[in-house]
């Protein structure tokens, strides 16, 4: 099967890491098409230079649409999404291969980030490395798709309409909005936990609450309230839930010392604290043995802020966006 990458690409600085990656392990019928998403910077030219197809959108446009017209202009069988600043894991072509080939009626497989970000800094780590695990640990069978690292057949790509440009007009939530299109028409997507991609982001408090709040927890909750579905896997297990809950409530023991004893309310945070590292003991001795404790400690407090802002997100746009059942008006009597 002909594999087509596919790499959206606005002001990349770490495309020319990406696509070294991919060169190092295309097969002589590998196509790699590279869409500018009008670029400032050179990422013309440095795609061009590394032998890669070259396209653009005629205005910025999002990842999604230049994904799409990547898509129109693939000749291969299968569509392989890798994000600009991800570099693709050794074999990993060799392993999209084989997945599709084992799997004749698989529509669509991802992957994820890999345990060594390339960025040192703390909100780097922690936040490539809770990626990994949510992966890590959800079901293979998805219901949901991931563009950093993912493939799909052309076929099943074009039969639900590829990723909405339209709705998604920047980098959001366009490939799990994507990857809910293709399980509602029937189609099976692979989480193979073997493919792997090490991220080149840096991020920032002010980057990652954007990214977390407005261009995910918003879109998502949007979604899920519009569809009336809450599923259960990747970011909205139950225990993840629960633990939104508990969270909101340990930042609110403050609040009791106005009503109960100090050491009553200080009590209470700890009990509620130990119920919450309970929940999420795999994640957080994951993180202990990566990065040690003083990591950990940082990874909590953004940990439970992530559940916070994520569940009064979740719940505003519940009742925003949820579809409202309209009363059946009494039936006109004839006299």
């Not at 409530?249 to 010392?257: A, N, Q, R």
């Not at 990591?295 to 992530?306: A, K, N, R, V």
Request: proline share 5%; charged share 20%.
């Amino acid at each position: 099967m002909k594999i087509t990458v596919i790499v959206p690409a606005y002001n990349a600085t770490t495309l020319p890491e990406c696509l070294k990656a991919l060169r190092e392990q295309a097969g002589t019928d590998t196509e790699i098409i590279v869409v500018d998403d009008c670029s400032t910077d050179q990422t013309r030219e440095i795609a061009a230079n590394s032998g890669a197809t070259v396209l653009w959108t005629s205005q910025q446009s999002g990842p999604a649409a230049a994904r799409n017209i990547g898509a129109e202009a693939a000749s291969g069988e299968i569509l392989f999404f890798v994000d600009a600043d991800v570099v693709i894991g050794p074999g990993t072509m060799e392993r999209v291969q084989h997945d599709f080939a084992e799997s004749p009626g698989l529509a669509a497989v991802f992957g994820s980030y890999d345990d060594s970000p390339a960025e040192p800094n703390f909100l780097s780590q922690y936040k490539n490395l809770l990626h990994h695990f949510v992966h890590q640990i959800s079901n293979e069978n998805a219901g949901t798709f991931w563009a950093g690292c993912g493939a799909i057949r052309k076929e099943a790509f074009f039969t639900v309409n590829g990723f909405d440009a339209k709705q998604y007009p920047y980098p959001s939530i366009e490939d799990i909005e994507l990857g809910i299109r293709l399980r509602e028409k029937g189609y099976s997507i692979l989480l193979d936990k073997q493919l792997h991609g090490k991220h080149l982001k840096r991020w920032t408090p002010l980057s990652l609450l954007k990214a977390d709040i407005l261009r995910r927890a918003v879109p998502w909750s949007k979604l899920i309230a519009e569809s009336g579905v809450v599923p259960n896997d990747l970011n909205l297990q139950t225990s993840q839930r629960l633990s939104a809950v508990l969270s909101a409530l340990i930042f609110g023991t403050p609040l009791l010392m106005l009503f109960i004893p100090p050491l009553l309310s200080l009590a209470t945070a700890v009990f509620l604290l130990v119920l919450l590292m309970i929940l999420n003991w795999n994640l957080y001795s994951f993180l202990l043995r990566r990065k040690g404790p003083l990591f950990l400690i940082g990874s909590m407090f953004w940990h439970m802020l992530y559940y916070i802002y994520s569940g009064i997100t979740f719940v505003l746009c519940w009742f925003r966006f949820r579809p409202r059942k309209t009363a059946k008006k009494p039936a006109s009597v004839i006299k």
